[in-house]
């Protein structure tokens, strides 16, 4: 019932910037939750950011402070804004959105941050 397209992942310098999209199908009404996520090559998957219908945001500790999340809820679309990468930030990027009490994940995107 919820489908979720993401796209702007790709190959950046270090310190350089990406915006990643995700696009949700249709419109999820009342409380939902829309978070980032991210894998590295080996590692687990861990949580970078969300931002709930309500607009609050958390953030990862890792990426507190250059990394933004924002929402278009007029193009159902969820954005994370990623400024001065570093190599660590190299990883699968998926996004995901809780509502009505279960999850729907995205097929992910790739972020290469090349020193």
């Known amino acids: 019932q919820v489908q979720l397209v993401e796209s702007g992942g790709g190959s950046v310098e270090l310190g350089g910037s990406l915006r990643l999209s995700c696009a949700v199908s249709?419109?999820?009404?009342?409380?939902?939750?829309v978070s980032w996520h991210r894998q590295a090559a080996g590692k687990q998957r861990n949580l970078v950011a969300l931002?709930?219908?309500?607009?609050?945001?958390n953030y990862a500790d890792s990426v507190r402070g250059r990394f933004t999340i924002s929402r278009d809820n007029a193009k159902n679309t969820v954005y994370l804004q990623m400024n001065s990468l570093k190599s660590e930030d190299t990883a699968v990027y998926y996004c995901?959105?809780?509502?009505?009490?279960?999850?729907?994940w995205g097929q992910g995107t790739q972020v290469t941050v090349s020193s």
């Open positions: 931002i709930s219908s309500g607009g609050s945001t």
């Open positions: 995901k959105v809780w509502w009505r009490g279960r999850d729907y």
């Open positions: 249709g419109s999820i009404f009342g409380e939902n939750v």
